[in-house]
């Protein structure tokens, strides 16, 4: 084994490294040395998340920490590992997965003035590991640019989310369909943990390890589990209930924004409820149900209206996989059932609120489940509709067709916008508007921005990128000077081809 060089890029004072995870050692990760990035360049970073592990801007400019993030050297006690998982994929076991492109440095921790969490520090697109099967290890620019932006989209969204610190570029090739340059993106979150790591060590009887790695998760994100009385007491039936709960609450804030994540394998599916591994993610531009976002998805597994469902059932996949921990199939299910009145609720939350209500009811219910529809049959811009409708609350005003020229269906839009004027003169409509503009956002990452960004940084133009990224960070406020980016797609949007190719 090699030993990646050490260097001594200094945090902001008092922020600590420590090993996390990694303290587990074997067989829970394998140190490894990062592989050098040829000649990396800075492509992007985001200030917001740089504020989580302590680094201000100029650490992004001084080349001991752009060696750091690049992969091409680590800071000082630290070491590089790679941790085993496995995990369902397209409803299939596929064995031992693991980290095959992505090395944990280590977690940051705050100093202790400073409120908030620690966050374990990764690299993805590093190199090879002993998990990178058929893989060369790498990532590729335009991959890395959608998982960065992304990350930061949905953080600003207020939707749970791995964080992304910046991308290093390289002019080194990288082979997929075609020739691309590699990159690498420094991807932040409390815990990387998944679904497929505990599935690694139940499917192979390793029970002593499972219990280690549960213990682990409970004492460190879900120590309330310890003292449950629910479940007979069982800590982990408790945790199944927590991740189920938590993952509801986010299949909910997907579904109610419009977002595909197109790859929901176990291994994809974080055990503390983030959205993570974006791969070949769209936010919806009109309104389909079953909208297949990843070109390799030919069987429609992971369609956006089938998300809620496969979350379901990547958690039953858990719950097997807590089995020998919880010893009653009963509690199992009973954890698992939460699941049933959690998603629909949080799911009738989330649309109460795009409505301009605090809280939903029948009414509510009935009126958005049948906007939906109306949305469904004529194929409208999800955003832009969501998006009018909250500006179209403030006066309720039946000759402002901003709304109604959205449909086809003129009539029956016309009807629903009736009934909605009706169930919004119970509130101030003022409160109604302004929370209307707080939850429907003016900017999502549609496919074409994102790759516009893409196309100006492959010939090394970053500043678009950057502009996106700084829209993209307050997306619910206006911005005049990008207002073409809360637009329709243009035509070509619909030829960009999104595969599992990253
Ligand atoms: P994903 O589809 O990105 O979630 O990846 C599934 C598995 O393949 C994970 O174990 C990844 O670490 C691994 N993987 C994906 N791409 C590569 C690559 N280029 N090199 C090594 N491993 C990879
Ligand atoms: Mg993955």
Redesign the pocket.
């Known amino acids: 084994m090699t030993i990646s060089p050490q260097t001594d890029a200094p945090l902001s004072q008092g922020w600590q490294w420590s090993p996390g995870y990694a303290a587990l050692g074997s067989p829970f990760l394998t140190p490894v040395p990062t592989q050098a990035l040829p000649h990396p360049y800075l492509v992007a970073y985001s200030a917001s998340a740089a504020l989580l592990v302590g680094l201000d801007a100029d650490a992004f400019d001084s080349s001991s920490w752009q060696q750091v993030l690049a992969g091409n050297a680590t800071p000082q006690g630290c070491q590089a590992t790679a941790s085993v998982?496995s995990g369902h994929?397209f409803g299939v076991w596929a064995g031992q997965?693991?980290?095959?492109?992505?090395t944990l440095l280590g977690e940051i921790a705050p100093p202790q003035q400073h409120a908030g969490v620690a966050h374990e520090f990764q690299l993805k697109?590093a190199g090879?590991?002993p998990?990178?099967?058929?893989?060369?290890?790498?990532?590729v620019l335009r991959s890395s640019i959608r998982e960065f932006l992304c990350s930061e989209a949905m953080h600003a969204l207020g939707i749970p989310t791995t964080r992304a610190l910046c991308i290093m570029g390289s002019d080194a090739p990288v082979y997929r369909e075609q020739i691309e340059t590699a990159a690498v993106v420094t991807r932040l979150a409390p815990s990387f943990i998944r679904f497929g790591h505990f599935e690694h060590f139940s499917f192979r009887n390793q029970h002593a390890e499972l219990k280690t790695l549960a213990d682990y998760v409970i004492t460190r994100y879900y120590p309330e589990c310890l003292a449950t009385q629910q479940f007979n007491g069982n800590p982990y039936c408790a945790l199944l209930q927590a991740v189920t709960s938590r993952t509801a609450r986010l299949l909910a804030q997907w579904q109610a924004v419009g977002f595909c994540h197109g790859?929901m394998?176990t291994?994809?599916m974080s055990i503390l409820g983030l959205t993570m591994?974006y791969?070949p993610f769209q936010f919806l531009d009109a309104f389909d149900p079953g909208h297949i976002c990843n070109h390799s998805d030919t069987q429609g597994r992971y369609a956006f209206h089938k998300q809620p469902n496969v979350a379901y059932w990547n958690l039953h996949c858990l719950a097997q996989a807590l089995l020998p921990l919880i010893e009653d199939p009963a509690l199992a299910t009973a954890a698992l059932e939460t699941y049933k009145t959690d998603y629909p609720q949080a799911f009738d939350a989330c649309l109460a609120a795009k409505l301009g209500f605090g809280a939903a009811s029948a009414a509510t219910q009935t009126l958005a489940h049948a906007v939906l529809q109306l949305l469904a049959t004529d194929r409208v811009d999800y955003t832009i509709f969501w998006r009018r409708l909250s500006h179209w609350a403030r006066a309720c005003d039946p000759a402002d067709a901003s709304v109604r020229d959205l449909f086809v269906n003129r009539a029956e839009i016309d009807a629903w916008l009736l009934q909605y004027s009706e169930l919004l003169a119970h509130v101030p409509r003022a409160v109604a508007a302004d929370l209307m503009l707080k939850t429907n956002p003016q900017y999502v990452l549609r496919n074409h921005l994102g790759e516009v960004a893409i196309q100006a940084a492959q010939k090394k133009d970053f500043v678009p990128l950057a502009q996106l990224l700084a829209v993209l960070e307050h997306p619910f406020d206006e911005h005049p000077a990008y207002a073409s980016y809360a637009d329709f797609p243009p035509d070509w949007a619909s030829s960009i081809a999104i595969s599992?190719s990253?």
């Open positions: 998982y994929q997965l693991g980290d095959g492109r992505a697109g090879l590991t998990f990178s099967r058929m893989g060369d290890g790498r990532a790859v394998n291994d994809n591994d791969g599992c990253s």
